[in-house]
């Protein structure tokens, strides 16, 4: 791997931005109505230099977040260098990849699908196909998986689950002529990963590490596979809120990075053009500027690649800025209604020589950055009755077999009990606590928890798996004997809903 360029750090003032513009967007975003329902982190370039950046404690600079929808960019960006190789064109079919899995028959329409279907997200499905090939692992919330992912392919395989996702996607039935009917389908992004898997006999990962991944400086990235080690596409890459600015201003810069060519110009200028009218099933003002390939059109002129729970690359080609963000929140088009409201019009086109007062107010605010901490008291009169008691949990959707908590006044120890065992998770007083569990399947997950009194016989634990978006809140409720736990999400696949389990001492 080449060494990495750091990106130069500036001011907002010396940017053209005003200081005070970035404080109204921080303070507008911490307006979020669920604890723990936010942004994680921001990154905001102009003319190719860091004018601000801030995490919300426990995220960090190193923090890598599940991308998302957002990776799908990062494939579409694989698709223009094979077709700049020769490897194939915008225009080839579909089956021609897969001539041991097409069907019998195939219908006319699945016969008209071409690649730039896959990527304009207009393949003729009348409905996302993603949930049939995936096999619902998309349909999963933010309480899981609590298994681990090849844990969840192991079990559903012993059950005649089909391996071959492509196989399973080329046998729906595609109601639409391709072209003419636009339908969000993540399982399309993931038949160009399987394209290029099927061109080099690589994964999009391997194919991408020393075209993209490994000049624009972003190291060690992951992506997730579907059982056959083909990596999903339309999700499932991993990396920090710097990477996505770094892949953010390389696209601005149209394809040149740090003076060497990373993608094609006209590669460049086609993937972020509107090919699909995406009116038809969006209703958001910024979902229904157009969509490219694998690329969202925005207002003002603007397009982004974005992924689930908040997870963006916004390119503003007029402005000359890249504003890259990672979240954990439900509404989506909040946040950029709040870049445009408060960002975009305070950009000017020379240096700022005023704000210097300001600058420092910014400053301070970015360096204090924290997701909310449990508001309340360290300690409870009757805490002494309900510490280290073992609660044995009624059959829940955790799937937790008991808790019992250990309640000391600076600090507080969880113990969750399920099938796969103990698991034991510190918890902080007015400050994060860091450290790993596999609570939810994973080795060593990173973790940070806070707890606090919020009543005599109520104690709220926030979490915060820092590698992820998912931050849940629990909320204890003690009565004698018993024990009522709510757990409450900050975002979710399906509107989020405050979910009970109920347990007693036994």
């Given at each position: 791997?080449?060494?990495?360029?750091?990106l130069?750090?500036?001011?907002p003032?010396?940017e053209?931005?005003?200081?005070?513009?970035?404080?109204?967007?921080?303070?507008?975003?911490?307006?979020?109505?669920?604890?723990?329902?936010?942004?994680?982190?921001?990154?905001?370039?102009?003319?190719?230099?860091?004018?601000?950046?801030?995490?919300w404690?426990?995220?960090?600079?190193?923090?890598?977040?599940?991308?998302?929808s957002?990776?799908?960019?990062?494939?579409?960006?694989?698709?223009g260098?094979?077709?700049?190789?020769g490897?194939?064109?915008?225009?080839?079919?579909?089956?021609?990849?897969f001539?041991?899995?097409a069907?019998?028959n195939?219908?006319?329409?699945?016969k008209?699908?071409?690649?730039?279907?896959l990527?304009?997200?207009?393949?003729?499905?009348k409905?996302?196909?993603t949930?049939w090939?995936f096999?619902?692992?998309?349909?999963?919330?933010?309480?899981?998986?609590?298994?681990h992912q090849?844990?969840?392919?192991a079990?559903?395989r012993?059950?005649?689950w089909?391996d071959?996702?492509?196989?399973?996607?080329l046998?729906?039935?595609?109601?639409?002529?391709?072209?003419?009917?636009?339908?969000?389908?993540?399982?399309?992004?993931?038949?160009?990963?399987?394209?290029?898997?099927?061109?080099?006999g690589?994964s999009?990962?391997?194919?991408?590490?020393?075209?993209?991944?490994d000049?624009?400086?972003?190291?060690?990235?992951?992506?997730?596979?579907?059982?056959?080690?083909?990596?999903?596409g339309?999700?499932?890459?991993?990396?920090?809120?710097?990477?996505?600015?770094?892949?953010?201003?390389?696209?601005?810069?149209?394809?040149?990075?740090?003076?060497?060519?990373?993608?094609?110009?006209?590669w460049?200028?086609?993937?972020t053009?509107?090919?699909?009218?995406?009116?038809?099933?969006?209703?958001?003002?910024d979902?229904?500027?157009?969509?490219?390939y694998?690329?969202?059109?925005?207002?003002?002129?603007?397009?982004?690649?974005?992924?689930?729970?908040?997870?963006?690359c916004v390119?503003?080609?007029?402005?000359d800025?890249?504003?890259?963000?990672?979240?954990?929140?439900?509404?989506?088009q909040?946040?950029?209604?709040?870049?445009?409201?408060?960002?975009?019009?305070?950009?000017?086109?020379?240096?700022?020589?005023?704000?210097?007062?300001?600058?420092?107010?910014?400053?301070?605010?970015?360096s204090?950055l924290?997701l909310?901490?449990?508001?309340?008291?360290?300690?409870?009169?009757?805490?002494?009755q309900?510490?280290d008691?073992?609660?044995?949990?009624?059959?829940?959707?955790?799937?937790?077999?008991?808790?019992?908590?250990?309640?000391?006044?600076?600090?507080?120890?969880?113990i969750?009990?399920?099938?796969?065992g103990?698991?034991?998770?510190?918890?902080?007083?007015?400050?994060w606590?860091?450290?790993?569990?596999d609570?939810?399947?994973y080795?060593?997950e990173?973790?940070?928890?806070?707890?606090?009194?919020?009543?005599?016989d109520?104690?709220?634990?926030?979490?915060?798996?820092?590698?992820?978006?998912?931050c849940?809140?629990?909320?204890?409720?003690y009565?004698?004997?018993?024990?009522?736990?709510?757990?409450?999400?900050?975002?979710?696949?399906v509107?989020?809903?405050?979910?009970?389990?109920?347990?007693?001492?036994?």
């Amino acid at each position: 791997m080449t060494n990495v360029v750091q990106l130069a750090r500036s001011t907002p003032e010396a940017e053209g931005i005003p200081s005070s513009a970035i404080l109204e967007f921080i303070r507008s975003v911490e307006e979020h109505v669920r604890p723990m329902d936010a942004l994680q982190s921001f990154m905001l370039l102009r003319h190719g230099n860091v004018a601000a950046e801030g995490c919300w404690a426990p995220y960090g600079s190193n923090s890598r977040h599940p991308l998302h929808s957002l990776s799908k960019s990062f494939t579409s960006s694989a698709i223009g260098l094979a077709i700049h190789e020769g490897l194939l064109l915008v225009d080839d079919p579909v089956l021609k990849f897969f001539p041991d899995d097409a069907p019998a028959n195939p219908s006319d329409n699945l016969k008209a699908m071409r690649v730039r279907h896959l990527l304009s997200m207009n393949t003729g499905h009348k409905m996302d196909t993603t949930e049939w090939v995936f096999q619902h692992l998309h349909q999963m919330n933010v309480f899981g998986p609590w298994v681990h992912q090849q844990e969840y392919f192991a079990r559903h395989r012993s059950s005649g689950w089909d391996d071959n996702w492509p196989k399973i996607f080329l046998s729906l039935p595609v109601e639409y002529k391709p072209g003419t009917w636009f339908v969000y389908n993540t399982a399309a992004s993931y038949m160009l990963s399987a394209i290029i898997t099927k061109l080099i006999g690589q994964s999009l990962l391997d194919y991408l590490r020393p075209r993209l991944f490994d000049p624009l400086g972003i190291k060690k990235p992951v992506w997730e596979t579907d059982p056959c080690g083909i990596n999903l596409g339309g999700n499932g890459l991993h990396a920090t809120t710097e990477d996505i600015a770094r892949f953010g201003q390389m696209y601005l810069q149209k394809g040149v990075w740090e003076g060497k060519r990373i993608l094609p110009e006209e590669w460049i200028a086609e993937a972020t053009t509107p090919h699909s009218d995406n009116s038809n099933t969006q209703t958001n003002p910024d979902w229904t500027a157009g969509y490219g390939y694998q690329f969202w059109r925005c207002r003002h002129n603007c397009y982004r690649g974005d992924g689930a729970f908040g997870q963006y690359c916004v390119v503003m080609p007029e402005r000359d800025a890249v504003l890259a963000m990672t979240g954990g929140l439900q509404n989506m088009q909040s946040v950029l209604d709040k870049v445009w409201q408060h960002l975009l019009p305070a950009m000017q086109p020379e240096p700022l020589t005023d704000g210097s007062q300001t600058y420092g107010v910014l400053c301070e605010k970015l360096s204090a950055l924290s997701l909310p901490l449990p508001n309340g008291r360290s300690s409870s009169p009757k805490m002494g009755q309900w510490s280290d008691e073992v609660y044995k949990l009624k059959t829940n959707f955790l799937k937790l077999e008991s808790v019992s908590i250990q309640f000391r006044s600076e600090s507080s120890s969880l113990i969750l009990q399920d099938q796969r065992g103990r698991h034991a998770i510190e918890l902080g007083y007015s400050t994060w606590l860091k450290g790993i569990t596999d609570l939810r399947g994973y080795d060593s997950e990173p973790v940070a928890a806070a707890g606090t009194w919020v009543a005599e016989d109520s104690f709220e634990a926030r979490f915060c798996y820092y590698n992820s978006f998912f931050c849940p809140v629990f909320r204890f409720r003690y009565t004698g004997r018993e024990l009522q736990i709510e757990v409450e999400p900050n975002a979710s696949s399906v509107p989020p809903a405050i979910k009970t389990i109920a347990g007693a001492i036994t």
